[in-house]
């Protein structure tokens, strides 16, 4: 009885896991889906930009999270080395 019970509460844990796992990842599709729509915040950039934004925050999901987190008024500042960052590399 002890081996089911501690089968059971290992199952658990790890459908937990799986569950936020998937939680995640659907999140962050969907945060990928609106990446244009999110662009639109930081005035200043141009549609060539834009797409190259898009590129980059698709591609890059640790400055994906990082854009969304920041304050608005710090977004036009981040995407700009994003964008230099991206033309030292290129």
Not at 24 to 30: L, Q, S, T
Not at 38 to 44: D, F, H, N
Request: contains cysteine; charged residues 20%.
């Amino acid at each position: 009885m002890d081996f089911l019970g501690n089968l059971h509460a290992e199952t658990n844990s790890h459908l937990e896991m799986i569950s936020t796992r998937i939680g995640y990842e659907f999140y962050m599709g969907k945060a990928r889906q609106e990446i244009f729509d999110k662009l639109g915040i930081a005035e200043g950039l141009t549609l060539a930009q834009c797409y190259k934004l898009c590129n980059i925050l698709g591609d890059k999901h640790q400055c994906l999270e990082v854009f969304i987190g920041m304050p608005p008024n710090a977004h036009l500042g981040y995407l700009l080395c994003l964008i230099e960052d991206e033309q030292k590399v290129g």
